[in-house]
């Protein structure tokens, strides 16, 4: 209002409706009240769907209204219009009937089309047309006859008519004091021109008669950018409907302030998108969970230095305060000096595939049936905190529950899975900030601990652990091992294999050591000693397997067996022996654990057959044909699928006597699979070979279970033939193991067999063979074909 005054040339005035102090129709009505303002035309702006307002506001003085939101374009065209018209009305005013030339001039000039009607009527009819210019004939494609003749009402079209016809008649009873509207009118060739058209009273002074003017633009181009625009509009819109979160626009400041917030607000957030626009009931910084707010901030800080396209992952919190993950992308708005303008994305529901994720990462990280985390979580663990050098203080403390396999023998392997179960969730309970629980493979675990005190705490820790396990395994009387390892410097270089490895023999070397006792044993310099004795004898066996190392470095030494009933020797048992360069001649009580752990056994122990075979044809060219070779096959092999096939294809190319083969296999092989084994030794046996039990009476098979097995001997063990150098003969109970051997049908061998003593014992109680160093040491191949020529010298004599 005081510009207003201040400005007495001001003609036309822009008024929104909506202001912070003070309304739209207060000025309006200031404006009708002051005489000095009779000719300022007021054109307001209101929103698209107050359409009282518009009324109320012609009503109040105003002369046309443009709706929100505004199109620059639209508010240019309709403000050309206006002052085309101001021109045009003080051009009448000042020269009609006086200079006829200027008027003229403007008039033909004007760059929108201008029409006169001194019609009084309420209707546009025949003969009301005064005068139009040239623009105007172009707009519509006709001269003033054609449209005195036609009329307006005959070339606007019909879904326009009727506003127009309702404007004009408010017009003419002097309820408004101008009218404006987009409209359509049909040229004479069909087609449709749209123009923004502005119909006012035109009063002159020298003039009694009605006269009204009508200015028309051409809009028909910027109607179609606008259908066009409408078009993208919609379809965005239906996209947004369809979005699983929300599009916004928002300020760069810490609360995100909202400018823009699309309808899918309310379903990720559960807020209305309004209370969010300019931070009205909340602000979107409130939403975020507060431990990704900085974070989140930072992101943007970064990415918008660089111009790049914003992505991040982050929780919310919504109204009901559920959590859900959202994946913010977005992109900086920059304006013409490259400052931030403004920020503009899409943040959208990713929970479901956020759960996905989050179960395949717990799957990939646990062990299914305890719950644990498992081997390769506790691998990237190991890895990453040896690399950071995180802690001061690193250990492992392993525990191995192998013996719980021989529950599985006879209880079953539900019931010794629930065993590990238990001892899973009383381990669990000793877990804290500082201490681990891993589930690392089957029947082991693991605790990792860092920020420990001292040895001190370790070894007080393990002993917690012993009393827990045994106060559940007491009844099942099994044990296990408990091996220590601490992390030192120079050990965090170390990948988690090698770690784990050196758990692995401590845990294992806790195991041999106490047997049933759960005692510790910590990793040491003579454990590391073992541990690059086992990686060498490893590297021989890899070589072997891989044929880079000749055989002579795997040889076989075969030890005499004796027939006590004929006082002739029957056979050989082929013992495998190991050579190295480094380590010199390596017990076959050392290299066959490591070969069967590392499955080097199936290569390594068809070597051994083959070489087996090969002294098999030696004896025979010798004219040793019915004497027989004893080879010890591992639970490894015999459980390979291929085994029995290429067995039998080795005796056919190497043309070996079946009846001449021995197979030994030791006890607690059957607590493996006992009706598939017992399956395989059926087809062994079928097929002429003898099958002898190894070791026999330090298994842990049932005797109604030895009953079953298809066997032709049973070995004694060593140990209880050494039983019988003690003075009170009358506990041994070798006599009752070949009874029992002789009723099963069964013959006996009795093994290690060194003073003569055990000999006769032997002999008196029935045993069938034996072998030991009282008979003769494991020869070499010459050696023992010389020892039978000797033996039958000697015999002959």
């Known amino acids: 209002m005081r510009m207003l005054e201040e400005n007495d040339g001001i003609n036309l005035l822009i008024l929104d409706l909506t202001m912070p102090n003070k309304s739209g129709f207060q000025v309006l009505e200031a404006l009708k009240e002051d005489e000095r303002f009779r000719k300022l035309r007021t054109i307001i ?116 008519l009727e506003e127009d016809m309702l404007n004009f008649r408010r017009l003419k009873s002097g309820e408004i004091k101008m009218y404006s509207m987009e409209k359509r009118y049909i040229k004479p060739d069909g087609s449709i021109v749209w123009v923004d058209m502005i119909v006012a009273p035109l009063t002159l002074a020298n003039d009694h008669q009605d006269k009204h003017i009508c200015l028309v633009q051409d809009i028909t181009e910027r109607k179609a950018i606008e259908n066009a625009l409408q078009e993208s509009e919609r379809s965005k819109s239906v996209y947004l409907s369809h979005l699983p979160g929300l599009a916004y626009r928002c300020n760069k400041d810490r609360n995100w302030t909202m400018q823009y917030v699309s309808q899918g607000c309310f379903n990720l957030t559960g807020y209305p998108a309004e209370s969010l626009l300019y931070n009205r009931d909340l602000s979107y910084n409130d939403l975020i969970s507060p431990e990704y707010r900085e974070a989140l901030w930072n992101e943007w800080e970064r990415i918008l230095a660089k111009r790049e396209p914003f992505k991040y992952e982050y929780e919310i919190i919504t109204a009901t305060g559920e959590r859900k993950w959202v994946l913010e992308l977005g992109q900086g708005i920059y304006n013409g000096q490259g400052e931030v303008e403004a920020l503009e994305g899409i943040i959208l529901d990713i929970s479901d595939r956020k759960a996905i994720e989050n179960t395949l990462k717990y799957n990939n990280e646990h062990d299914r049936w305890t719950g644990l985390y498992n081997r390769e979580y506790l691998a990237a663990l190991l890895e990453k905190d040896t690399k950071l050098k995180r802690y001061s203080k690193q250990a492992l403390i392993g525990i191995d529950l192998s013996m719980v396999q021989l529950v599985t023998a006879n209880y079953g392997f539900e019931y010794s899975q629930n065993l590990i179960k238990k001892a899973a969730e009383a381990l669990s309970q000793l877990c804290t900030n500082n201490r681990l629980l891993f589930h690392p493979r089957e029947n082991r675990f693991v605790f990792y601990l860092f920020d420990y005190k001292d040895k001190n705490e370790l070894v007080d820790f393990s002993n917690v652990i012993a009393e827990t396990l045994e106060s559940i395994f007491v009844t099942e009387r099994i044990g296990g091992g408990i091996g220590v390892l601490e992390i030192e410097e120079n050990q965090n270089e170390a990948d988690a294999d090698s770690l784990l490895t050196r758990l692995l023999i401590a845990s294992e070397r806790s195991f041999s050591l106490f047997g049933k006792d759960f005692q510790v044993c910590f990793y040491d310099e003579a454990l590391e000693a073992l541990v690059n004795r086992e990686r060498e004898i490893m590297e021989t066996l890899q070589l072997l397997a891989t044929d880079q190392y000749t055989n002579d470095d795997l040889f076989l030494q075969y030890q005499p ?129 003898q099958i002898a039990i190894d070791d026999f009476g330090t298994g842990y098979s049932s005797l109604a279970r030895e009953k079953e097995l298809k066997v032709d001997c049973m070995k004694i063990d060593k140990q209880f033939i050494d039983s019988l150098l003690e003075p009170d003969l009358n506990k041994a109970i070798i006599s009752d193991i070949i009874s029992i051997s002789h009723k099963l049908g069964h013959c006996t061998i009795a093994e290690g067999v060194e003073y003569d003593t055990q000999l006769q014992y032997l002999k008196e109680h029935g045993c069938d063979r034996i072998q030991g160093y009282l008979i003769s040491k494991p020869l070499g191949e010459e050696e023992a074909i010389g020892f039978l020529e000797m033996y039958d010298k000697h015999h002959c004599c």
């Open 45 to 160: 702006l209101t929103d698209y769907n107050e359409l009282a307002d518009e009324s109320k506001g012609l009503k109040l003085g105003a002369v046309d209204y443009i709706r929100k939101p505004l199109h620059p374009d639209a508010l240019k065209t309709r403000i050309d219009v206006h002052a085309a018209l101001l021109r045009a009305q003080q051009a009448l005013e000042q020269q009609l009937d006086v200079q006829a030339i200027p008027f003229d001039l403007i008039f033909d000039q004007a760059p929108i089309g201008i029409a006169i009607s001194n019609n009084s009527n309420s209707r546009p009819s025949d003969g009301a047309i005064v005068r139009i210019n040239s623009m105007y004939e172009q707009i519509i494609g006709r001269t003033k006859e054609e449209l005195n003749q036609l009329g307006w009402a005959k070339i606007t079209h019909p879904d326009d």
């Open 561 to 689: 067996i004796l027939n006590l009933k004929t006082g002739l020797f029957c056979g050989f048992e082929a013992l495998a022996r190991l050579r190295t360069e480094k380590l010199g001649l390596v017990s076959p009580l050392e290299f066959i654990p490591i070969a069967e752990k590392t499955k080097l056994i199936l290569p390594i122990g068809e070597k051994v057959i083959v070489q087996a075979f090969r002294f098999l044809n030696k004896l025979v060219e010798r004219g040793y044909e019915r004497i027989g070779v004893s080879i010890n096959i591992s639970i490894i092999q015999l459980l390979n699928p291929n085994f029995t096939n290429r067995l039998f294809e080795l005796i056919r190319e190497m043309q070996i006597n079946p009846k001449n083969i021995g197979i030994e296999i030791t006890e607690s092989i059957f607590a493996s699979d006992f009706e598939y084994i017992n399956k395989i030794i059926g087809e062994l046996r079928e097929a002429g070979l």
